[in-house]
């Protein structure tokens, strides 16, 4: 199983990002997928999941209205289409994978994901 995360780079507060995360070796319907960042000197965190046997999805409160998870199926991949960013967004964020279904997506947290992408760097200019 290979989470490889995509998309991260540069940007300008304000401005729109979309990351990917592409997986093999397994399909998205019995796993919850995760998008995760931790900036420098601080821990990770979740940021957005999305359980692929319902659709349903978690926003940490920081990104609600701001950035949306999206999964296609046929591509076997996850997004985060992040926009009106800003400075304090910036971090590495990481895709993980957690196999299991109709779990309550606000409990879960980063030791709960067993699969894990080695990151994109996000950094927004302010």
């Known amino acids: 199983l290979q989470l490889v995360e995509s998309g991260g780079g540069l940007v300008q507060a304000g401005g729109s990002l979309r990351l990917s995360c592409a997986a093999s070796g397994f399909t998205f319907d019995d796993y919850v997928i995760g998008w995760f960042r931790q900036a420098p000197g601080k821990e990770r965190e979740g940021v957005s999941y999305?359980?692929?046997?319902?659709?349903?999805?978690y926003y940490v409160d920081s990104v609600k209205g701001r950035f949306t998870i999206s999964s296609d199926d046929a591509k076997n991949t996850v997004y985060l289409q992040m926009n009106s960013l800003k400075a304090e967004d910036t971090a590495v964020y990481y895709c993980?994978?957690?196999?299991?279904?109709?779990?309550?997506?606000?409990?879960?947290?980063?030791?709960?994901?067993?699969?894990w992408g080695q990151g994109t760097q996000v950094t927004v200019s302010s």
């Open positions: 993980a994978a957690l196999l299991g279904v109709g779990l309550t997506l606000e409990d879960l947290d980063l030791h709960d994901f067993d699969y």
């Open positions: 999305i359980s692929g046997s319902d659709g349903k999805t």
